[in-house]
């Protein structure tokens, strides 16, 4: 089974700071890794993927991703956040097998402040 | 891109009633779909899998005959809360691959359930 732990319940940055989100996984098979962002009340955005090939993966908004096989890690980073990337982000994973859901990490809540 | 929608988004009923919640694909066909429950600044829990023709895949946990899930064709499979209590008000959630993609699944907007 897979499993995922994002290792920072909640990260406050300042506006214009770099941030780094981590996320570790566990699995025995190779995965597929995602980032998602939620807004207040609202369904989940996908942000980047990491399907196979490049280990650094971009994404939409700025945000980009790095894939380490060897610490089992896909932490997203953004080098200059703004006010309004301020949301929760989930990390999840899943296998290369029809049929197969997701599986989320905890979540972390990113507060961007001025 | 793909669309994925629910319906209701958000519904409000009293104790003891049913509730329906849909999940449509609108552009692609899904064979499989999922349903996940998140409660307030909680992560995604998947409570089911839904199969097109077949009975769902329940997680451990989940009631099935409180949730019933019904995947009646490629595009649309419907959640149904049976005599709905306080503690079931949550935000769920469906998604979809479309059918043979492993690599993408999309996101209904989700309904936000609130029982009296």
């Known amino acids: 089974a897979q499993s995922v732990t994002q290792l920072d319940s909640q990260v406050p940055v300042f506006e214009e700071a770099p941030v780094e989100l981590r996320c570790n996984y566990s699995?025995?098979?190779?995965?597929?890794l995602f980032w998602y962002v939620q807004y207040p009340n609202q369904g989940l955005q996908l942000l980047l993927k990491?399907?196979?090939?490049?280990?650094l993966v971009k994404g939409i908004n700025g945000f980009e991703a790095e894939f380490n096989k060897s610490q089992t890690s896909f932490h997203l980073r953004k080098p200059s956040v703004h006010i309004s990337d301020t949301a929760e982000y989930f990390c999840?994973?899943?296998?290369?097998?029809?049929?197969?859901?997701?599986?989320f990490g905890k979540g972390t809540t990113l507060s961007v402040s001025s | 891109g793909a669309v994925v929608s629910q319906h209701p988004s958000r519904v409000i009923c009293k104790s003891g009633t049913s509730v329906k919640i849909e999940c449509r694909s609108l552009?692609?066909?899904?064979?499989?779909m999922f349903w996940y429950r998140q409660f307030p600044k909680q992560s995604l829990m998947l409570m089911a899998t839904?199969?097109?023709?077949?009975?769902?895949?329940?997680e451990q946990g989940v009631e099935k005959d409180k949730f019933l899930i019904n995947h009646a064709s490629l595009t649309l499979s419907t959640l149904t809360v049976t005599s709905a209590h306080p503690e079931d008000s949550s935000f769920y959630i469906c998604?979809?691959?479309?059918?043979?993609?492993?690599?993408?699944?999309?996101f209904g907007p989700g309904t936000r359930l609130t029982v009296l």
């Open positions: 998604s979809a691959p479309p059918t043979g993609r492993v690599d993408t699944q999309y």
């Open positions: 699995s025995s098979v190779s995965v597929y």
């Open positions: 990491y399907l196979s090939g490049s280990t």
């Open positions: 999840a994973v899943s296998v290369n097998q029809a049929g197969t859901a997701l599986i």
């Open positions: 552009d692609f066909q899904a064979t499989t």
């Open positions: 839904s199969n097109e023709g077949s009975k769902a895949t329940y």
